[in-house]
């Protein structure tokens, strides 16, 4: 979370969506400074024209135990949200 992030409205919200539907989680700010490192790095003077996700496989079709799990107890036990109804 950033500062600036924290000012977004909904935006813990936003943060444990995909936390939850990263199959690896979301890289926390250490994990992302390396990843810059290895990027500005040597070891990856030949690649060229890629698109590379450092998001924990959200931007995949995979999805986490956790969040599958609690998807599928939504639909076994659907909750209305408050100020809807038939």
């Given at each position: 979370?950033?500062?600036?992030?924290?000012?977004?409205?909904?935006?813990?919200?936003?943060?444990?969506?995909?936390?939850?539907?990263?199959?690896?989680?979301?890289?926390?700010?250490?994990?992302?400074?390396?990843?810059?490192?290895?990027?500005?790095?040597?070891?990856?003077?030949?690649?060229?024209?890629?698109?590379?996700?450092?998001?924990?496989?959200?931007s995949?079709?995979?999805?986490?135990?956790?969040?599958?799990?609690?998807?599928?107890?939504?639909?076994?036990?659907?909750?209305?949200?408050?100020?809807?109804?038939?």
């Amino acid at each position: 979370m950033t500062t600036a992030g924290s000012g977004v409205k909904g935006i813990d919200g936003l943060m444990d969506f995909t936390e939850r539907m990263s199959p690896l989680g979301n890289a926390d700010a250490d994990e992302f400074a390396n990843f810059c490192i290895t990027m500005f790095s040597d070891l990856t003077k030949k690649i060229t024209m890629q698109n590379i996700f450092h998001d924990g496989g959200f931007s995949s079709m995979g999805m986490s135990l956790r969040a599958m799990t609690m998807y599928n107890q939504a639909l076994d036990n659907p909750v209305e949200p408050e100020g809807f109804s038939d």
